[in-house]
């Protein structure tokens, strides 16, 4: 898979109002002065979409949301369709993600779901998994993960662009990362889960890491085996960490 072009995605999660939009203008002027080997995505909060997708137009930042909801439309309250995400400029989507696991109960099943509904409305989604503290001290971390997969991959995938994110709930937001042993290891599972729900579809489609990626540690965990890409939250919120990140792929 080394020969796959890395996924550098910012998941700017819920920051950001107008004034941000400078960070991603920095960042697209930066990349058109000296293009990047890898793709670069932002996902800012659903209300940023449009804005950030027109301030960064003809450049080669690509643009995000962070969670759609798995029905096309209806009497959801608050909710935001992921063709609505496709419209106000979105190509990717991520989906599953920690936070969205342990704070609204997603479960493997509803994320299933929302990959359904993303690839309806023509989105790439960045589909999440990794194990908590207690979990990786269990010795389950393979386990978990692989069963992520399993529950949270649809078979429609085959054949579609999409990304796994594996992100230990204990690295994210912490400053602590796994060793690169442990991110080889775990991704090589995931990868193993893929092909067996997928079959070859499954070795296609870039595996990112993410959990406290910042410029300092990036190059390493960047050319671990099977690492394909970050998912980066906070060091994705200013254009001049992001870019030490990118520039590091
Ligand atoms: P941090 O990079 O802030 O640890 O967040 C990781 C993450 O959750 C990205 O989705």
Redesign the pocket.
């Known amino acids: 898979m080394t020969h796959m072009r890395p996924l550098i995605a910012g998941?700017w999660k819920m920051n950001g109002t107008g004034a941000a939009l400078d960070e991603a203008k920095a960042l697209a002027a930066a990349l058109k002065a000296e293009p990047a080997a890898a793709r670069v995505a932002l996902c800012p909060p659903a209300t940023l979409i449009e804005r950030l997708a027109r301030a960064v137009e003809g450049s080669a930042v690509e643009v995000g949301g962070q969670e759609c909801h798995a029905e096309a439309s209806g009497a959801f309250t608050g909710d935001v369709s992921a063709a609505m995400l496709a419209d106000a400029g979105a190509g990717l989507v991520?989906l599953g993600?920690s936070e969205r696991r342990a704070l609204h109960g997603e479960t493997d099943a509803d994320v299933a779901a929302k990959v359904e509904a993303a690839l309806a409305a023509g989105l790439e989604p960045v589909i999440?998994v990794g194990e908590t503290l207690q979990q990786r001290e269990a010795g389950e971390a393979v386990a978990v993960v692989q069963a992520q997969v399993a529950g949270s991959l649809p078979k429609s995938l085959n054949g579609k662009d999409f990304a796994v994110?594996y992100?230990p709930v204990w690295?994210?937001?912490?400053g602590l990362t796994p060793t690169v042993e442990q991110i080889e290891e775990v991704h090589r599972a995931v990868r193993a889960a893929m092909v067996a729900r997928l079959g070859e579809a499954g070795r296609a489609a870039p595996i990112l890491y993410?959990?406290?990626?910042k410029p300092s540690n990036a190059a390493e965990i960047l050319k671990t085996p099977e690492v394909g890409g970050a998912?980066?939250?906070?060091?994705s919120l200013k254009a001049g960490d992001f870019l030490g990140i990118i520039r590091a792929a």
């Open positions: 998941n991520i993600h999440c994110a992100e690295a994210i937001g912490t993410g959990g406290s990626v998912l980066v939250g906070g060091a």
